[in-house]
């Protein structure tokens, strides 16, 4: 079993550029795929982006290709999400997920087990 806490978020205005941590305990992070979803008020929760356990295989929402980076250093069992470009409908709570039992990570939030409590990111205009 793994926990994950995520930091990282405030406030911050168009443009503007903010890293996401997620933080893992247990010695067993390094097997685990990691995803980052998002969920705005009164939207459901929305795939943001996923990282194989190893880092080889990185997948993307198309609302934030090319703007959001995700990484992961499994020596230190954290898992960035760096985002810049950040525009107004990114504000949302942004939760890390991890999974160990598909062979490659998941862009469905149904098939993670495991979930940090959700960090506020709130882009002004």
């Known amino acids: 079993q793994v926990q994950l806490v995520e930091s990282g978020g405030g406030l911050v205005q168009a443009g503007g550029s903010l890293r996401l941590s997620c933080a893992a305990s247990g010695r067993t992070f390094s097997s685990y795929h990691v995803g980052w979803f998002r969920q705005a008020p009164g939207k459901e929760r929305e795939f943001v982006s996923a990282i194989s356990w190893s880092g080889d295989s990185t997948q993307y929402a198309d609302s934030v290709k090319g703007r959001f980076t995700i990484s992961r250093d499994n020596a230190k069992r954290t898992v960035y999400l760096q985002m810049n470009s950040l525009k107004p409908e990114d504000t949302a709570v942004y939760y890390c997920?991890?999974?160990?039992?598909?062979?490659?990570?998941?862009?469905?939030?149904?098939?993670?087990?495991?979930w940090g409590q959700g960090i506020q990111v709130t882009v002004s205009s």
């Open positions: 997920a991890g999974d160990r039992l598909l062979s490659v990570p998941s862009t469905s939030s149904y098939v993670y087990p495991y």
